[in-house]
């Protein structure tokens, strides 16, 4: 079975990836909370949006048969908030807290209702039915979600701001967890480029670039890289090859500089050996010391072209022998030659 050849994508197309995943992520959270909600009301544990406005309907059909001395509270809806006011209150119109004759409203709740006012979070709102002796009654309602349960309603927090919140935090999850997993392989491919990196700074050309990222910029800086690394290496093999040409002519040339220094000093020494007048003699001196120091010269560059230097510590050179052998060899070129000393 033939492996599967992964896809290069752009920089751009990882990051509309990035964006769809997002939004399919929020979606599915947002499908899985109403699910959740819906399931909450069809238990029973919390009733619709519009029981408020329901409640309301049905006590607006109860109230023009009451009065305010005969007010029945318990036939209105639980659900139903009401306030009695004065006679003297416009339908409509705000009201004042010495109006008020009856009520089953919180303070807040109260002092909202007279002024026809809404909290921030929930729209509130009002009807005004007169009763049959003229009073005034408010009814104000909104459209939320309570507790089922009337016992729950004024121990547990808002059902809806609870809800609301939960959302918020479940969006906020998917989009770090979407975030952290695109960041993660966004690291991973930028990882290659910093292992490359790293094997030019070593400097061990030998070794291969990281495989592609998938990525486009990314794998075009590693080829890039990967160019610069053969360059280098060639560049290097190429001096290289010149460093072992020129060592190879330096051997070949010392090599041919010791026949005839052979021949020089063997003659010299021969010489020597002979019955010669002062003058002669010296000049066959400095015909052997002369050659010694080439030999010296050719066996010092028969070791570098063998790469035997020595790492040991610099010598201290006297200044003293240093300008004697100096004076030694002007002296010796300065000599006239023997045939003119004879």
Not at 252 to 279: F, I, M, Q, Y
Request: aromatic share 6%; glycine share 4%; net charge neutral.
């Amino acid at each position: 079975m033939e492996k599967r050849v992964k896809r290069t994508r752009t920089l751009n197309g990882l990051l509309f990836g990035y964006l769809v995943r997002t939004i399919l992520a929020c979606a599915a959270v947002a499908i899985l909370w109403f699910a959740l909600l819906m399931g909450m009301i069809q238990a029973g544990f919390v009733l619709p949006a519009y029981s408020g406005s329901d409640a309301t309907l049905q006590a607006m059909e109860q109230l023009p048969a009451m009065s305010a001395d005969h007010f029945d509270a318990a036939a209105l809806p639980d659900l139903c908030r009401w306030v009695l006011l004065d006679s003297r209150v416009i339908p409509g119109a705000a009201a004042d807290s010495r109006d008020v004759l009856a009520t089953n409203m919180t303070e807040e709740q109260l002092s909202l209702a007279l002024a026809l006012g809404s909290p921030l979070i929930y729209t509130h709102f009002y009807r005004d039915v007169p009763l049959i002796d003229g009073t005034l009654c408010r009814l104000q309602y909104d459209f939320s979600m309570p507790y089922a349960d009337p016992a729950l309603r004024g121990k547990l927090p808002d059902f809806q701001g609870c809800m609301t919140l939960l959302l918020l935090l479940w969006l906020a999850a998917a989009v770090l967890w979407i975030t952290r997993r695109t960041a993660r392989q966004l690291r991973e491919k930028t990882g290659q480029l910093t292992r490359a990196c790293r094997i030019l700074a070593e400097g061990d050309l030998s070794v291969p670039m990281p495989g592609s990222t998938h990525l486009r910029e990314l794998d075009e800086a590693l080829q890039t890289m990967d160019r610069l690394r053969k360059e280098l290496a060639a560049s290097l093999k190429a001096q290289w090859l010149l460093e072992e040409q020129r060592s190879q002519r330096l051997a070949a040339l010392a090599h041919d500089l010791k026949t005839p220094l052979t021949v020089v000093r063997g003659n010299a020494e021969l010489l020597a050996e002979d019955a010669l007048s002062a003058p002669q003699r010296q000049a066959v001196e400095a015909i052997l010391r002369s050659s010694d120091r080439a030999a010296q010269y050719v066996a010092a560059l028969r070791d570098v072209c063998a790469a035997q230097v020595s790492h040991a510590p610099a010598e201290v050179l006297p200044v003293t022998g240093w300008l004697a052998e100096l004076r030694t060899l002007g002296q010796e070129l300065c000599a006239p030659p023997c045939w003119i000393a004879r």
